[in-house]
């Protein structure tokens, strides 16, 4: 096993999401272990009531694990992978139509800069605005692929997929 890679799925989803279970399958054909996460209770309190209990719960099973991690995120679940890559040491970061803020959240987006990163977000995202990550990806120098989807980034799984497998292969 090359390590483990825990998988966060966004609010309104489930830990059998279309993407997160995609991703978990591209993980486990390379050899690594894969733990989707259930932040279900969570989101029942709403985006920015969410936000504590889910990054607790991604707190513990990064606790759980016997070397940093890989997490994967997907909107909300990007966003809290991020700020629990500021807690805890990971292996690196997969993040999906990441919101630059969650009303009403006092958490602020931020990464460390010395964690294997790449920003993937749709150029027709409705609910988490390209500006907004566009300028955050800038701002620290990360990679951000664009590509022409909206929030669901539904018509391009393949694509992700594939970004995904040369993203893990860049961490063996």
Avoid at 73 to 86: E, R, T
Avoid at 95 to 105: D, E, F, K, N, Q
Avoid at 123 to 147: S, T
Wanted: with cysteine; glycine share 8%; hydrophobic share 45%.
């Amino acid at each position: 096993m090359r390590g483990t890679i825990l998988l966060s799925h966004g609010a309104d989803s489930s830990p059998d999401a279309t993407k997160v279970s995609a991703l978990a399958a591209v993980a486990e054909a390379r050899g690594w272990r894969t733990h989707r996460l259930d932040y279900r209770k969570d989101d029942a309190r709403g985006y920015a009531g969410s936000v504590a209990p889910r990054l607790a719960r991604l707190r513990a099973a990064i606790g759980g694990c016997e070397a940093p991690p890989v997490l994967v995120g997907s909107s909300m679940g990007a966003f809290v992978s991020a700020l629990a890559s500021l807690e805890h040491p990971v292996a690196g970061l997969f993040l999906l139509a990441m919101p630059g803020a969650i009303p009403g959240s006092d958490n602020a987006l931020d990464l460390r800069r010395d964690v294997p990163t790449l920003l993937i977000h749709g150029w027709r995202d409705e609910l988490c605005p390209l500006a907004a990550i566009r300028a955050f990806a800038g701002h620290r120098r990360l990679p951000l692929l664009v590509l022409d989807d909206d929030h669901r980034l539904g018509a391009s799984l393949p694509a992700i997929e594939r970004q995904f497998a040369l993203f893990l292969d860049t961490l063996a």
